[in-house]
């Protein structure tokens, strides 16, 4: 079935730095991906609309200026925490559709980033 | 999307059928049933849809009451590997960009034990 996948599945940054977490559609294309967060023992919850080709659409209560999204092609978006503190240490999950309507949307593996 | 109501926990004995209720009393005639998983530290795992009809797959069975209101995933034969959260889901699949997000509640932790 498709897949979507996600690197890196760990990382560890430094608080005040930016890191890139890339999602990847590999046997479909995806004019929009959506990111998702997740803080232990609660439920996913949606960031951020990622469109081809245009701006991204964020969830209220989200900062776009703090989580650029780029979705620069059909395969490809990434999410970028830019000036990372301890409190942004999170699960965070993309996910994306071979189609409209009824397709079934497919998860990747999930990013856990650690802030120290 | 329709809200959803599942219960917080369940246990299933290895080997037993585990039957996850899930009430959408709210659920219009244009939205799916979805059911996702998630297993610890890991992303969802799509699992089953339908829309009125009984749906079946490789993995499980999904039962839709003739109102509609309310549904449940059977997994026929429980496994260790089954534990996880399964999450009860239901969307409008409209033919926009905006049509494929998803809202999770906080799902039914099921444990299989031996």
């Known amino acids: 079935g498709a897949v979507v996948s996600q690197h890196p599945s760990r990382v560890i940054c430094k608080s005040g730095t930016s890191v890139k977490i890339e999602c990847r559609s590999l046997?479909?294309?995806?004019?929009?991906m959506f990111w998702y967060r997740q803080f232990p023992k609660k439920s996913l919850m949606l960031m951020a609309t990622s469109n081809e080709g245009s701006k991204a659409t964020y969830e209220q209560g989200v900062e776009k200026d703090k989580f650029l999204i780029n979705h620069a092609s059909l395969t490809l978006s990434t999410l970028t925490v830019t000036s990372a503190h301890p409190e942004d240490s999170s699960f965070y999950i993309c996910?994306?559709?071979?189609?409209?309507?009824?397709?079934?949307?497919?998860f990747g593996e999930g990013s856990w980033l650690t802030v120290v | 999307d329709a809200k959803t109501t599942q219960p917080t926990s369940m246990d299933c004995a290895e080997g037993r059928a585990a039957n996850l209720p899930c009430n959408h009393s709210?659920?219009?005639?244009?939205?799916?049933v979805y059911w996702y998983r998630q297993i610890h530290s890991q992303g969802p795992q799509y699992i089953i849809h339908?829309?009125?009809n009984n749906e079946t797959n490789e993995m499980a069975s999904l039962i839709i009451t003739e109102d509609r209101k309310s549904s449940t995933l059977i997994l026929p034969h429980a496994t260790l590997r089954d534990t996880a959260v399964y999450y009860c889901i239901v969307r409008v699949a409209i033919l926009t960009g905006g049509g494929n997000k998803l809202t999770f509640g906080t799902g039914t932790q099921l444990k299989v034990e031996l």
């Open positions: 339908g829309l009125k």
């Open positions: 046997d479909f294309q995806a004019t929009t």
């Open positions: 709210t659920i219009s005639g244009n939205e799916y």
């Open positions: 996910s994306a559709s071979p189609g409209q309507g009824a397709y079934t949307i497919y």
